[in-house]
């Protein structure tokens, strides 16, 4: 090879006590190109890029740099190898400017903010950014406080650039831009290492693919030369046949109806624009939509979690045929008109569950009013621990284990559990599978098509389409807060979605940005 | 009359500033150390010590002391003494992650202690023939004017009849605040109080400013206790006489909104207020008392007000209180 | 070459701390009283220095100056009781402050909270002295706890609606505490500065034992903390409000009203501490009065892991202390601060010790350097 690999690694392993990150991973990035390390949630792919750049140690392997063994103890070993991470989350001071963020822990002879905004300035300039140096953080939108962090390491004159899941924030109109940006910083000689999930993303952007699987290293491969399905067989391993059940429920009636609310977050932004659907007992409503896009608050709108600005959500109650408007009311007094409403939440150790209380205790996060007089009653909630330890397989000594001691996918067992056993009328769940080993995913789908069948109105909001389009019954697609379709899973494609997902989202940004698009 | 009571705030206020500007820096770094009451009566019988020390050493004549060495060993043991208090703050809230609220108050329990105890025990302890700790000669050294103080009527009797204690009070709340705003390492202190985690993956070495600013932030809370012991008690050490400025000197971090310069305003301000009540003699013992309050309940409007505003530059530092820990994320 | 490698490897730290997944309660035990031992052995040697005796001896004369002598078969009941009565205040306070901590809300205002009451109580003493006995102790008791339930309302409110800072927001709420009692005490002591003990509205004495009322209602309240904390339905409120705010949105728990009632719990039972302190102990108020006890009550909380029998014997080791280094100070004529010292260095040993109970030290060696 005449191009001397920019960066080289050779097998690396890590260990976070009994789980291994990282096994054996090798991996090579030269100068002037795009690399992408392709993996599933869990693969490994953020903590090997910590290893680069200094945030963990290897337990074994090796690292060059230039063809030179480099010893990264601390970022600012990375720094001194020229490599810059871009984390997934922003590691910004808050209420500092751009400037302030980009030169932070710089020595660079004496301190002068002016001319360090006329540098940053200049970087912006060079490779087309559009950030206002003297902008302080906590105004920024997402996007701009990416630019921050990837201008801050340009500042620093970084040449190894590592972009953690870059794309799992932006707008798709943000990811054009970003992607401009890289195809420039890649002409100028840099390297540039992308973490992503997304296959689309991958075959746009990379020269060459890097793909990991459970800790361990699978291969490399040349972007031209390969293909998104051969590319998805060594990410999962097989061909994915997900073999996902999807019974024909009767009596499939409306349950909730949801009519044109909108909400707006803290900085008010609107997070939820006219949103109306109907959710039907017996019946598997998806949510598709990229990250962020208001999935949350649409279901904590419906919990009752959120306050709307406009608009009802109306709830048909199956016994009384009565209608009840849920959108006025705090989950307290949802739960005391009778709605059975049971909403699994995507932060489970945040939100669903409290880590530090062992399993009796989290059931009765949900009953704990339940009785009269001023004490708990323990006896049914550690009963119906039992019972979900015992149905469900809950890996764990007992039920008085706190649940942060449990690995993931026992933890979302000990939550769905909870969530079913209130035998709802109504499940919502977000995310349930996300960072699950795969058995444990099977478990929850059944769960959720029993409860179908049992005539539960189920939400289900996921992020893999596949999974979707094999267990749902209709899919609403949102973006940036609206409502971009609604597709039969029966008879939708995947291409059909993903189009939903991006495109209306585009046309509702050209109409906020006028005639300024031409390109 | 107005220029008497000006210039009897001004030494009120000087203890405060120290104590707040100390404070100030630590908090900065994301430690709230509750412990600064404590260590300025460390800073205070520190300089005590040495003083008492040197002048038994000189036979207690004036003539055999050395200028600079009465000025210099007094200075050096407050400091040392404060340091080392800002050490033990610093060991068990940084490395060992203690909580910061109870390592604090016992720190200041400590102090408090290690203040009264050798103050009421020194002169048992070395088996001196002085029953009581009055440290005249060095006190005089320390309340030195400057000239002219008084041949310029008011501007003197406000402006140059202080000891130099008071005015380095506030050349360095000046430079703390000119660091902590226009140098590269008072962005990185900042940025240690505001996000830890963020510092660290800028390359700052966390631990080393929260030790650092810890301990520089004892050492200048220390000399508002030696200040007031040597140059606004004459000398005169007596138990549980510095009071509540400690306290007073934390209320004034909320009520200077973090910022030292702030902080020259507030000090005297609050030195004002607590000198009101000498002015008010008519009023009686019992409404003094009252207005005693007023610093306090300045603070608390002060504290209130911003948090309803919650414009961002006016919060404490985001992280204050939490300890940090790389690997805990 | 190599060598330049294996030096550059040494970069990395050989000191690695990490998180423990969980130990276990005796092994918990066994770091804190260890580091409790090696208090006192220091504790033993500062005292040894200071009065020449030697360690033994030392701790001799404190236990001697709290139970009496002990050995000698001449147990003192007036000194246990003292002992006691102490332990029970110290420990009232500790219960106050315990359920806000639980919640995560810094309640560093017991002092203020505590005083309040107990200046309440006395202002009913001195004035209401015409009420029968019983309704002036009734009187009494409902002022003063709602006194401390207010002091604690007004930083709750605060930080409920608008999230102000607890910790700043107590700890200022001491000193207007302070100063509206100095004001009461000069107002009434006429200028002097003390009030005298009155002898109206005093908690009786029962069974000749003039301090068992006021240990016997610590002792209940007690009971009532550690099943309030575990057992009631407002107990586990305040722990999924402390654990996790969201969580407790999600279920529908009003955040701000837990706060709220948490606070004046807190701050009621600092109340019933003053009343014990005036109406039950020393029958007068000055700003003195709680002492600083208020803020050692934190740390006693604290200590004692929130569980409300591990404090009273946090609460009993503190006042041992305080009590037996103020009779060896006493004894060698020394300042009776030193009670504070010796206290302080057994809290600090303490507080530092949570440390090897929560991460465990590693050393490191690198495969790198062996090879080399």
């Given amino acids: 090879m005449s191009t001397q690999a920019a960066i080289e690694l050779k097998n690396i392993c890590k260990r976070f006590g009994p789980v291994v990150a990282n096994n054996n991973v090798c991996l090579t990035a030269n100068r002037g190109e795009i690399l992408s390390i392709l993996g599933e949630n869990g693969s490994g792919k953020t903590t090997l890029m910590n290893m680069i750049s200094g945030i963990y140690f290897p337990d074994e392997g090796q690292i060059f740099i230039n063809g030179e063994e480099a010893v990264i103890a601390s970022p600012k070993d990375a720094f001194d190898y020229k490599i810059g991470m871009i984390h997934q989350h922003f590691k910004l001071v808050d209420v500092f400017t751009a400037t302030e963020n980009i030169v932070l822990g710089l020595d660079e002879g004496k301190y002068n903010l002016k001319e360090a905004e006329k540098k940053v300035q200049e970087i912006c300039d060079l490779y087309g950014f559009e950030l206002d140096p003297k902008k302080k953080i906590y105004t920024m939108s997402v996007s701009e406080k990416q630019t921050v962090e990837i201008v801050k390491v340009l500042y620093r004159g970084a040449d190894i650039l590592i972009l953690d899941e870059p794309t799992a924030v932006l707008t798709p109109i943000e990811i054009r831009k970003l992607f401009a940006v890289l195809k420039k910083m890649r002409e100028d000689g840099k390297v540039i290492i992308i973490i992503t999930h997304k296959l689309n993303e991958v075959m746009e952007i990379s020269d060459r693919v890097s793909v990991l699987r459970k800790g361990e290293y699978i291969g490399t491969v040349n972007t031209s030369e390969t293909s998104e399905s051969e590319l998805t067989e060594m990410m999962v391993g097989k061909k994915i046949d997900l073999n996902i059940e999807r019974t024909q429920s009767e009596n499939v009636t409306p349950r909730l109806e949801v009519h044109h609310i909108n909400c707006s977050n803290r900085e008010g932004l609107k997070v939820l624009d006219d949103v109306s659907f109907v959710a039907n007992a017996g019946e598997i409503l998806g949510i598709a939509g990229i990250a962020g896009s208001g999935q949350r608050e649409l279901l904590e709108s419906i919990a009752g979690l959120q306050k709307l600005d406009s608009g009802a959500v109306l709830y048909r109650n199956p016994k009384t045929g009565k209608m009840d408007n849920l959108a006025t009311k705090t989950p307290l007094q949802i739960r005391e008109l009778g709605v059975r409403l049971s909403f699994v939440p995507e932060d489970r150790l945040g939100m669903g569950l409290v880590g530090n209380m062992d399993i009796v205790d989290n059931m009765m996060l949900r009953s704990y009013t339940k009785g009269k007089g001023l004490f708990l009653e323990r006896k049914a909630p550690r009963d119906l621990a039992e019972h979900i330890i015992d149905d469900l397989e809950v890996v764990t000594p007992d039920a008085n284990t706190p649940v942060r001691r449990l690995s993931g996918g026992n933890v979302q067992k000990v939550l769905v559990g909870r969530e079913i056993a209130a035998s709802p009328t109504v499940l919502m769940a977000a995310y349930p599978v996300r960072g699950l080993d795969i058995n444990s995913s099977y478990m929850i789908y059944n769960l959720l098509n029993q409860q179908k069948e049992r005539g539960v109105a189920v939400i289900f909001v996921g992020e893999d389409l596949d999974v979707l389009l094999a267990l749902c019954d209709r899919i609403l697609v949102i973006g940036s807060g609206r409502i971009t379709g609604l597709v039969d899973a029966r008879t939708a494609t995947k291409e059909e979605i993903g189009l939903l997902m991006t495109k209306t989202e585009a046309m509702a940004q050209s109409d906020d940005e006028g005639g300024e698009q031409n390109g | 009359m107005i220029s008497a009571f000006i210039r009897t705030a001004i030494p009120l206020g000087v203890p405060l500033l120290y104590g707040s500007t100390g404070e100030i820096i630590t908090e900065k770094s994301g430690h709230l150390n509750l412990g600064i009451p404590g260590i300025m009566y460390v800073g205070s019988i520190g300089g005590v010590i040495g003083a008492f020390l040197y002048e038994n050493a000189c036979g207690n004549v004036l003539e055999n002391m050395n200028p600079f060495l009465t000025i210099f060993i007094p200075l050096i043991c407050s400091l040392l003494g404060s340091i080392l208090m800002g050490l033990i703050y610093s060991f068990l809230t940084v490395t060992l992650r203690a909580n910061q609220n109870v390592t604090g108050l016992a720190l200041t329990t400590f102090g408090i202690g290690i203040g009264n105890f050798f103050g009421g025990s020194l002169s048992k302890l070395v088996n001196s023939d002085m029953p009581n700790i009055i440290l005249t000669k060095t006190s005089s050294l320390y309340r030195t004017s400057l000239p002219f103080a008084d041949k310029l009527g008011w501007f003197g009797e406000i402006f140059l009849s202080h000891d130099f204690l008071t005015y380095f009070s506030v050349i360095v709340a000046l430079v703390a605040a000119f660091v902590l705003n226009r140098t590269r390492v008072g962005l990185n202190l900042r940025a240690v109080g505001e996000n830890p985690a963020t510092a660290d993956a800028a390359g700052i070495n966390v631990t080393r400013y929260k030790y650092i600013s810890t301990c520089i932030g004892s050492a200048i809370a220390g000399l508002g206790g030696l200040q007031y012991v040597m140059a606004y008690a004459n000398g005169v050490w007596s138990n549980n006489a510095f009071g509540d400025r400690g306290w007073m000197a934390i209320a004034l971090v909320i009520f200077a909104l973090w910022k030292p310069n702030m902080a020259i305003l507030g000090s005297f301000l609050f030195g004002a207020l607590c000198n009101v009540n000498n002015y008010l003699t008519g009023l009686g013992t019992a409404t003094q008392e009252l207005f005693k309050m007023l610093p306090y309940v300045v603070t608390l409007v002060v504290l209130i007000i911003t948090s309803m505003r919650k414009k961002r530059e006016h919060q404490p530092p985001q992280s204050l209180g939490l300890p940090y820990f790389r690997e805990e994320r | ?372």
């Avoid at chain 3, 107002?187 to 034992?209: E, M, Q, R």
């Avoid at chain 3, 999924?240 to 407790?248: D, L, R, W």
């Avoid at chain 3, 009621?268 to 009343?275: D, E, I, K, P, Q």
């Avoid at chain 3, 200590?303 to 946090?314: D, P, R, S, V």
């Fill in chain 3, 1 to 372: 070459m190599a060598d330049k490698t294996a030096q550059k490897v040494h970069r990395e730290p050989w000191l690695h701390i990490a998180k423990r997944s969980e130990i276990p309660g005796w092994q918990a035990w066994l770091i804190r009283l260890a580091a409790i031992l090696i208090a006192f052995v220091l504790v033993g040697i500062i005292s040894s220095l200071l009065t020449g005796e030697g360690i033994g001896e030392v701790y001799g004369i404190m236990i001697r100056g709290v139970f009496g002598r002990l050995f000698e078969g001449q147990f003192s009941a007036k000194m246990m009781w003292r002992f006691l009565q102490s332990t029970a205040i110290l420990l009232c306070l500790s219960l106050a402050v315990t359920p806000a901590f639980k919640m995560k809300f810094w309640n560093c205002g017991a002092e203020g909270q505590a005083l309040i009451g107990g200046l309440v109580a006395m202002i009913c003493m001195m004035n209401l002295s015409g009420l029968p006995y019983w309704l002036l102790l009734v009187v009494i008791v409902v002022t003063s706890t709602l006194a401390g339930a207010v002091w604690g309302l007004i930083p709750a409110l605060f930080k409920a609606q608008y999230g102000t800072n607890e910790t700043l927001f107590t700890l200022m709420m001491n000193y207007v505490a302070t100063q509206i009692t100095a004001y009461y005490v000069y107002l009434v002591g006429k200028g002097s500065g003390t009030i005298n003990p009155v002898d109206t509205g005093n908690l009786p004495v029962l069974f000749g034992a003039p301090y068992l009322l006021n240990i016997l209602i610590v002792a209940i309240l007690t009971v009532a903390l550690f099943i309030y904390l575990k057992n009631s339905k407002q107990g586990y409120e305040i722990t999924v409000v402390g654990e996790s705010q969201n969580t407790a949105r999600y279920i529908g728990i009003n955040v701000k009203k837990v706060i709220i009632r948490t606070m004046m719990i807190s701050g009621a039972l600092c109340g019933v501490a003053g009343m014990l302190l005036v109406a039950g102990t020393n029958h007068s108020v000055n700003t003195n009065t709680v002492g600083g006890q208020g803020f050692t009550a934190i740390m006693v909380s604290w200590l004692g892991q929130f569980n409300a029998f591990i404090m009273a014997g946090m609460a009993a080791l503190i006042v041992f202390l305080k009590s037996g280094a103020a009779k060896v100070a006493d004894t060698f004529f020394l300042n009776s601060s030193y009670a504070d010292i010796v206290s302080g260095i057994v809290i600090l040993f303490l507080v530092g010790c949570e440390f090897f109970i929560r991460y465990t030290v590693k050393i490191r060696r690198n495969k790198k350097e062996e090879t080399v």
